[in-house]
């Protein structure tokens, strides 16, 4: 699945954005662990911006956001994720 222009929002997943403190590190986290991967993704919702939300997963199974909450660069959007990844 993938998103109309090839992007998908990630579902349960608050990193810092680009240009804003720790953006550099979210950007440089995420791109490492997904580098060569071919990901699998579920759509979850459509956000405000018609963007799709997706929860997505790498080639071994493991859960983006969750990979993201571990290694210290993001945290869990509660607002959306129901306390899914237990951080809220």
Known sequence: MTGQDGRIRVWGLDA??????????????VSRLVA??????????????????GQCFLSD????????IESG??????????NRYRTC
């Open 73 to 82: 660069t993001a945290t869990e959007y509660c607002r959306f994720s129901g």
């Open 16 to 29: 810092p954005e680009a240009g804003t403190y720790g953006g550099s590190a979210a950007t440089a986290a």
């Open 61 to 68: 199974g493991r859960d983006i956001t969750a990979a993201m």
């Open 36 to 53: 060569g991967e071919r990901l699998t993704c579920r759509k979850r919702d459509t956000d405000k911006y018609g963007r799709t939300v």
